[in-house]
């Protein structure tokens, strides 16, 4: 009988290896061999990070950072301090676009396959959860040579910035995206349709808290802010990340270029209750009637999580003629945008400095829908 073939040296690992394998007397000093950790090497690090370089290579509008740059211009971080937080929040967001691509079975990201269709899911959620952990290296190297008594700043209207490590901070912030997250995913899973005030509550949590990540460490790291009257910023970053994912929503059902990227009208798809579908189901609805009255329609294509084209440009359809609700939703975002720019312009008086990077930003931002 012939004897069956091995494995291919394609399927075993070509680590450089201290003994040939197949001898127990290995494991005979095994105690002395497990007293110390060992170098982890650089070929593993990249093929546990694998799904995440992927995604990371292709990048996308890089809000996240001109926002960083904008707020800068009054937070004043040091360079080398202000490259690592944007090293940790570019980290953090893209682990949880890993992530979203996978409770949201998505095909697209950014134009390409998603990293779980090509790593497949156990290796993609391992990757995303990996990167978490790696932010707080990345935090504890920021932190190196800063003492205690300058780092985080001392000013009281940082909203508990001033009071709480910056490791405590990031957690913090954690542990509201993935409420928010979880809120999202509970409506869609469930077809319970939010009211517009649970959804402000959830973007709050989940868009805003890493908006407020980026911007807490850096005034965790600023000279300026270490002044008792600072200005408090909060605010103004969590208006932007509503402005932000309102317009996000408003784009995945209306914009050729999201198309392209991501997938026509995805939001349908995923079943997501995003902005202006939660307006068109419930657009009709008084106190006194049920939800969905006279427009269950889109409730129902939301169920079926339709892929073909005639059902979602027919929901789109809806949205836009019956129930309007792409031009409520631009008007809530003109609201949005008018206190954000008259936010900032107070700002820009209280601290003496105009900032015309923050307000190039919104007037991006403003372009996006005005010109659909």
Not at 75 to 82: E, F, Q, S
Not at 244 to 271: C, V
Not at 317 to 336: G, Q
Not at 339 to 353: C, D, V, W
Request: charged share 20%; aromatic share 8%.
């Amino acid at each position: 009988m012939a004897a069956r073939p091995g494995p291919s040296m394609a399927n075993l690992s070509q680590t450089p290896s201290s003994t040939p394998g197949g001898d127990a007397k290995w494991y005979d000093t095994m105690l002395s061999h497990l007293s110390s950790q060992p170098a982890w090497p650089a070929d593993k690090e990249n093929a546990v990070l694998e799904p995440y370089t992927y995604l990371d290579a292709n990048p996308g509008k890089e809000v996240r950072t001109k926002l960083i740059e904008a707020f800068n211009v009054w937070l004043k971080v040091p360079a080398r301090k202000l490259d690592a937080i944007c090293s940790v929040v570019r980290m953090l967001h893209t682990a949880s676009l890993l992530m979203d691509d996978v409770e949201d079975n998505s095909d697209l990201r950014r134009g390409i396959p998603v990293a779980h269709k090509i790593y497949g899911v156990p290796q993609t959620i391992n990757t995303a959860n990996y990167v978490y952990f790696l932010v707080f290296s990345e935090i504890f190297r920021m932190n190196e040579g800063s003492s205690p008594a300058t780092s985080p700043p001392l000013s009281p209207g940082q909203v508990g910035v001033a009071r709480a490590t910056v490791e405590r901070l990031v957690v913090d912030e954690l542990i509201n995206l993935h409420r928010g997250q979880g809120m999202d995913l509970l409506w869609r899973d469930s077809l319970i349709c939010p009211t517009e005030e649970e959804y402000v509550e959830m973007v709050n949590n989940k868009t805003g808290g890493l908006f407020r990540i980026a911007v807490k460490l850096m005034i965790s790291q600023s000279p300026p802010a270490r002044s008792a009257h600072f200005v408090d910023l909060i605010p103004i970053v969590n208006l932007i990340g509503l402005l932000f994912q309102i317009l996000d929503d408003f784009m995945n059902l209306q914009s050729s270029k999201y198309a392209e990227n991501k997938g026509f009208a995805e939001d349908l798809t995923e079943g997501k209750f995003s902005f202006p579908i939660i307006h068109s189901i419930r657009s009709s609805v008084t106190d006194s009637e049920a939800v969905g009255t006279g427009n269950r329609q889109i409730l129902n294509v939301l169920k079926q999580r339709p892929t073909d084209l005639a059902t979602k440009q027919y929901a789109v359809s809806y949205m836009r003629n019956v129930t309007r609700s792409f031009d409520y939703t631009t008007d809530v975002l003109e609201r949005l945008h008018a206190q954000a720019h008259k936010e900032i312009s107070r700002l820009e008086e209280q601290l003496a400095t105009p900032n015309p990077a923050l307000t190039h930003i919104l007037s991006s931002l403003r372009n996006s829908w005005t010109s659909v």
